[in-house]
């Protein structure tokens, strides 16, 4: 089964093909990053017009790359939940038109199922159940993976997301946008114990994150450093900061895989390319003899490819929509 595949729920433009789920025919992305980098984040209205400008031209082209005529795609999937609303309509309005003029089911994705199913891509003999963590710049979830459409909600963020607590350290250092890559190239030189942030604890919800006190406590060391004229160890900073984020998420994670009895775990999401939180959860999973996924860089980020992928066993489950599906900003999994 053929699936031509569309994501474009904040920065990136993507269309795939995808076979079977598990096969990635192609998958072609277009990142508007230089777009939004002088702004220091993404501006919707921005991101959605840049959408309208390309998604057709890359639709075609993901089908000349492919070589998959269109008389041979079996089903057309899209992101139509969570992310920038102006953004995601514009990808599913364009995916209703071709699931439309092609005659061929329209399926809808859910963006978190579609981070999770990267590792699908990545590993072919993953198969749920298990636990992972997603980790994006919208997103922190500890997610029980029952089965390929089944998922729930064990653990997550009360305020920000890490993804946007990198972003926003990355601007107070004074790093290009997104900031994820810049303070993982930055902080390899860095003492991770030289500065003391902190690591937030919630009562009576032990698997629940907060972010925003760690963001908070980086802006007023800069800023404080910047009135009294002291010059910041921003490499030290940068990887004190990234030890913050890792001791935030590991040990969560561990814990609720020992309770819940599950000896898979897997990593997805943007935040998920970090060197630090990978080293970390491999010593972690090791230690425990847990067998680790975690997916190459290439599919941590936004792509269309695992849109695909989580189309596929979505169809096969019987889910599929009609041309009133709409967008949503917010939904649960």
Do not use: W
Not at 172 to 193: N, R
């Amino acid at each position: 089964m053929k699936i031509l595949a569309f994501e474009s729920s904040c920065d990136e433009t993507a269309v795939a093909v995808v076979e079977d789920g598990r096969k990635v025919i192609t998958d072609q992305i277009f990142s508007q990053a230089d777009l939004h980098a002088v702004y220091g984040g993404v501006v919707p209205e921005i991101a959605s017009r840049s959408h309208v400008e390309v998604i057709s031209r890359l639709a075609q082209r993901a089908l000349d790359v492919s070589g998959v005529s269109r008389d041979e795609i079996d089903a057309v999937a899209v992101t139509y939940a969570p992310g920038l609303i102006g953004t995601v309509l514009v990808g599913l309005n364009f995916a209703k038109a071709v699931a439309l003029s092609l005659d061929v089911p329209l399926i809808p994705v859910h963006h978190i199922k579609g981070h999770v199913a990267a590792n699908y891509i990545a590993y072919p003999e993953l198969e749920p159940p298990f636990l992972c963590l997603a980790i994006s710049g919208g997103n922190t979830l500890i997610i029980d993976v029952r089965s390929y459409t089944e998922l729930k909600i064990i653990g997550a963020t009360r305020d920000d997301a890490a993804g946007e607590c990198f972003d926003k350290t990355a601007r107070v250092l004074g790093l290009p946008y997104p900031g994820g890559k810049p303070i993982d190239m930055l902080s390899q030189g860095g003492d991770d114990k030289k500065y003391k942030l902190p690591r937030t604890n919630i009562d009576g919800a032990p698997y629940d994150m907060s972010f925003s006190g760690l963001k908070t406590a980086v802006i007023n060391l800069v800023h404080n450093a910047e009135q009294k004229g002291e010059e910041l160890d921003r490499a030290s900073l940068a990887a004190s900061f990234t030890a913050a984020v890792s001791d935030t998420l590991v040990p969560r994670t561990m814990m609720a895989a020992k309770e819940l009895g599950y000896k898979k775990i897997a990593i997805a999401g943007g935040v998920a390319a970090n060197s630090r939180i990978r080293a970390d959860f491999k010593a972690a999973a090791e230690k425990e003899g847990y067998e680790l996924y975690v997916p190459p860089l290439k599919l941590c980020g936004d792509n269309a490819a695992m849109i695909g992928c989580q189309g596929y066993f979505e169809y096969l489950a019987g889910n599929t929509a009609g041309s009133d599906l709409n967008a949503y900003a917010n939904m649960e999994l």
